[in-house]
C-alpha cells in the first residue's frame, strides 16, 4: 500500500496544483511561503508530512548565471 499523498501549492500556481488535487482526489495541503532576502524561498508545511509522498507545485526560473 503506498503512503499518503499530500499536495501543495506555491504562491503562482494554486489554480494548477487544485486542477492536479482533484483530478487524483487529493485534498490541498497548506503551506506558509516564506521569502529570504538573496530571493530564495522556503516552504513551511502546516501539517505532518512525515511518511507520505508530498508533492510541492512551484513553477521555477533559469539561474541567473545563464543570461
Do not use: C, W
Request: a negative charge; hydrophobic letters at 45%; aromatic letters at 8%.
Amino acid at each position: 500500500m503506498l503512503p499518503e499523498a499530500k499536495i501543495f501549492a506555491g504562491r503562482h500556481t494554486m489554480e494548477l496544483a487544485v486542477k492536479i488535487a482533484a483530478s487524483y482526489n487529493i485534498s490541498m495541503g497548506n503551506v506558509i511561503i516564506t521569502d529570504f532576502s538573496d530571493g530564495e524561498f522556503v516552504p513551511s508545511f502546516e501539517e505532518t508530512v512525515r511518511g507520505n509522498r508530498v508533492f510541492l507545485i512551484q513553477s521555477t526560473n533559469p539561474p541567473a548565471d545563464n543570461l
